[in-house]
């Protein structure tokens, strides 16, 4: 039972556009909700992340939305910059418990 | 500050070995994980410890041992390797529940192939 899916396996965008990643999930009970970014050969970093009493969160290039009524959660990433090719996960929390992960997307960013 | 080590970083086995993936942190965090990472599914958690003397199973615990005798350390055993356990594993930390245990550091991985 995947509770975290991210239906795209790949993106590929213009540097300089908009990268939009998107996530869905099916259980209600997750509170709190993140974005990892992971290069080859090395492990996922914490990019930004959202708690379930919000619907968006601003960091620089980066904003979340998050949408609790469609269960729907989404990374814009703009102006997009090559150096941001790399595969994004998200992850959703239970109050006080693990982080439950999605498939990944591979975004490429081409100059 | 090394943040989460993890070693060997590639490692072949024959079916029916044994052998420890090794973590440790030297963050003081509470909180360890390991997760395995397999095409088109993610990563997926294996064990997980809330902190020294403390374990309990996660996603897909089967085949794989934990124990947590230290805060920093937390390796992860395989008794009795299968190709299944074919996988890139990763080693995460955070800190304790209620402050900020959501965001985890990562381990650059050990990848495993099991003929």
């Known amino acids: 039972d995947q509770q975290v899916k991210q239906n795209s396996p790949s993106l590929s965008v213009q540097e300089g556009r908009i990268s939009i990643l998107n996530c869905d999930y099916t259980n209600s009970m997750f509170d709190y909700f993140l974005w990892y970014k992971k290069y080859p050969a090395e492990g996922p970093t914490f990019l930004i992340s959202i708690s379930s009493i919000k619907d968006k969160n601003e960091d620089g290039r980066f904003t979340v939305f998050l949408n609790k009524s469609a269960k729907h959660l989404s990374l814009h990433i703009v102006p997009s910059q090559p150096g941001d090719s790399a595969v994004y996960f998200c992850a959703a929390r239970t109050s006080g418990s693990r982080l439950t992960f999605g498939e990944g997307t591979q975004l490429t960013v081409n100059p | 500050n090394a943040g989460v080590t993890q070693t060997p970083k590639f490692q072949v086995l024959k079916t029916g070995q044994s052998m420890t993936l090794q973590c440790a942190q030297d963050m003081n965090h509470e909180y360890m994980s390991w997760y395995r990472q397999d095409p088109g599914m993610g990563l997926r958690l294996i064990h997980y410890s809330v902190g020294a003397g403390i374990t309990d199973q996660g996603e897909v615990p089967n085949g794989y041992n934990v124990s947590r005798s230290t805060t920093e350390d937390f390796p992860l055993r395989l008794l009795s390797a299968a190709p299944s356990q074919t996988s890139v594993y990763f080693c995460?930390?955070?800190?304790?529940?209620?402050?900020?245990?959501?965001?985890?550091?990562f381990g650059s991985g050990t990848q495993l192939s099991v003929l």
């Open positions: 995460a930390s955070s800190y304790g529940p209620g402050r900020g245990n959501e965001k985890l550091f």
